[in-house]
């Protein structure tokens, strides 16, 4: 079952726009990843935030999380066409489970 | 520092078959997860292993099972291959399990047929 739920499932911006994509999820967690997934590079490591930090950032990339809304969501700045691809958050629950769990991803197109 | 190999990397297979996809993770990452890749149902877990120790199974009927070496690579099997079981199978290392940033591989992609 789906852990964490990603909304919007597609989103197609212009390049140069910022991207939101947002994630929630059901039960408490250790930490949040999110990941992106193109056809040439496959499944990549963006940012781990953990259940007592709020806010992340790596390069353009803004991860915030609320845990008392049980969500998070990424943001891309001045996007790019190579940032077109599937963003996945993934969570791990507390109490000792080393079971990630990923939602089926939203889908960003940036148009040059 | 090497990335996550794993091997081979296409299969077609018969329906009622069996499979062995092998994964070789980073070298100094203990932990190996495995997950099922399917247009339907999104990436869904397989197993987890650390230091040759089953910690975690996903729900997954018992036809897949897994094992983890000595040397931390690991190998998935699926026995009596079903047509549902088409997928890309990926594997995913790190140092201690899912409290980590996951590197993966390429995947393997499976056909059913």
Partial sequence: ???????????????????????????????????????GRGLVHLILIRSNER?????????????????????????????TASYFCATLPGAGSYQLTFGKGTKLSVIP | KAGVTQTPRYLIKTRGQQVT???SPISGHRSVSWYQQTPGQ????????????????????????????SNSRSEMNVSTLELGDSALYLCASSLAGGIDEQYFGPGTRLTVT
């Fill in chain 1, 1 to 39: 079952s789906q852990q964490g739920e990603e909304d919007p499932q597609a989103l197609s911006i212009q390049e140069g726009e910022n991207a939101t994509m947002n994630c929630s999820y059901k039960t408490s967690i250790n930490n949040l990843q999110w990941y992106r997934q193109n056809s």
């Fill in chain 1, 55 to 83: 806010e992340k950032h790596s390069g353009r990339l803004r991860v915030t999380l609320d845990t008392s809304k049980k969500s998070s969501s990424l943001l891309i700045t001045a996007s790019r066409a190579a940032d």
């Fill in chain 2, 21 to 23: 996809l092998s994964c």
């Fill in chain 2, 42 to 69: 999104g990436l869904q877990f397989l197993f987890e292993y650390f230091s040759e120790t089953q910690r975690n199974k996903g729900n997954f009927p018992g036809r897949f099972s897994g094992r983890q070496f």
